[in-house]
């Protein structure tokens, strides 16, 4: 897929408002065409990826961004189930989460995650992880 073209689809799983408008803001001023979906938890998410209930015409994702911590189905739940169908585990997922426990970030990297960053909880910190998020994952890396 040639990113400067094509508009590039984002699923986004994230249950804290506050931090999905943060992203959609550091979002905001980049050059790349870019659609994002959000999912406030794991079973939407798993509706999206799977086009299933009122999801049917979603598209797939390039990317996801996940949160581990997240009602009625984990992220680690998610990954998993994720890695485990050969139509979706392609698809780059970059965990975003307030865990820093090594447990998360070995058991997320066992489970093929693309990478593991930590929120932040200082706001232009959080910025900056989210700048660096676009700059590498929509400007440089040629996604599925």
Known sequence: MDNKTKPIDILLVEDNPGDVRLIIEAF???KIPYHLTVAADGIEAMNILKRECKYFN????NLIILDLNLPKKSGR???KEIKQDDALKIIPIVVLTT???E???TETYKNHVNAYLTKPVD???FINVMK???YFWLNNVKLP
């Open 28 to 30: 905001k001023d980049t």
């Open 58 to 61: 979603a598209n797939r994702p």
């Open 77 to 79: 739940e998610v990954i």
């Open 99 to 101: 865990s820093s426990a």
């Open 103 to 105: 447990e998360d970030i």
């Open 123 to 125: 706001l232009d910190q």
């Open 132 to 134: 660096s998020i676009e």
